[in-house]
């Protein structure tokens, strides 16, 4: 992986993390927690979105998207922990 590559891994963490901290009202984590929710709202993503069969294609924003609904659900995953 460069680090073009990296950058952009970066940034749409970035992004994915502060839209679900958008969505999820409540559960955001600043500048850096936002990044680390987004990258690891990407993996979760594409563990389960193919599972179910849901395919956005390619391409920066349908990463964006499939970032963002990961990050979601681990927002509302942690939201659910914290409650319980």
Do not use: D
């Not at 940034?11 to 994915?16: E, F, L, R, T, Y």
């Not at 984590?29 to 395919?55: D, Y």
């Amino acid at each position: 992986m460069g680090i073009e590559s990296l950058i952009v891994f970066i940034i749409v963490g970035a992004i994915a993390g502060w839209l679900a901290g958008q969505i999820v009202k409540g559960y955001g984590f600043g500048l850096l927690g936002n990044i680390v929710v987004g990258i690891v709202g990407a993996f979760v993503a594409g563990l389960i979105l193919p599972a179910i069969g849901l395919s956005l294609g390619g391409g920066i924003l349908s990463a964006i998207i499939h970032a963002t609904i990961g990050a979601v659900i681990l927002l509302v995953l942690i939201r659910l922990v914290k409650q319980a």
